[in-house]
């Protein structure tokens, strides 16, 4: 059923995992899919907008399944997004309600895949993960519910940015074991969290 609230949402997805998980937790709620980095969106400005899915850790303390729902997005560029608080508190706590203990550091998003020395530097500058799309979108209001899937312990091939490409490559093969068992599970708690905290919206 749509409610008011999520009727005026719009989830950001970037690839079909993400909106599919998004789409069969929360029926009825507008998702775009938009590609990885925004490469199948428009110039469309949104009013209230979610950016849900997966992100890359870029601390050691920061395994694969921690929930990122940032106060801030910034971008390699310098700029800085104030997430919307209501939203923000929200996913907290439907995360907290959910059995988890959300980050609520800096979200980075970047044009480019971070690995090895990148991400320690951006850590260093006080991002928890890493996103690809986040820091792109126009919005009124704009929050993210992200879940860590590669780590600096476990690192992605940027090759994984076309995945048809990369699955046809041997040498990749335990990175595409380890993504078929890990990527569905995350990019579902991640659709977990924003239906339980649309739930709870709209029955304040």
């Known amino acids: 059923m749509v409610t008011s609230t999520n009727a005026a949402l719009t989830v950001i997805a970037a690839t079909p995992l993400e909106a599919g998980s998004v789409r069969r937790a929360v029926p009825g709620v507008r998702v775009v899919e938009t590609g990885i980095g925004l490469t199948k969106a428009g110039t469309e400005r949104y009013d209230m907008v979610v950016s849900c899915g997966l992100a890359g850790g870029l601390r050691n303390d920061v395994p694969t399944g921690t929930i990122v729902i940032p ?34 550091e800096r979200l980075l998003t970047s044009s480019t895949l971070v690995t090895g ?8 500058r006080g991002f928890v993960a890493a996103d690809m799309e986040t820091g792109l979108l126009r919005a009124l209001s704009l929050a993210a519910v992200r879940v860590v899937l590669d780590t600096p312990h476990q690192e ?23 993504l078929w068992r890990e990527a569905p599970r995350c990019a579902r708690l991640a659709a977990a969290v924003l239906a339980l905290a649309l739930k709870q919206l709209s029955a304040a």
Do not use: F, Y
């Open 71 to 104: 106060r801030e997005v910034g971008t390699t560029d310098g700029q800085t997004i104030t997430c919307d608080p209501r939203l923000s508190a929200a996913l907290v706590a439907a995360a907290l309600q959910l059995g988890h203990s959300p980050s609520q």
């Open 117 to 124: 020395d990148a991400r320690r530097e951006m850590a260093e």
């Open 156 to 178: 992605l091939s940027a090759a994984w940015l076309r995945p048809a490409t990369a699955v046809a490559d041997p040498r990749l093969w335990p990175q595409a074991l380890w």
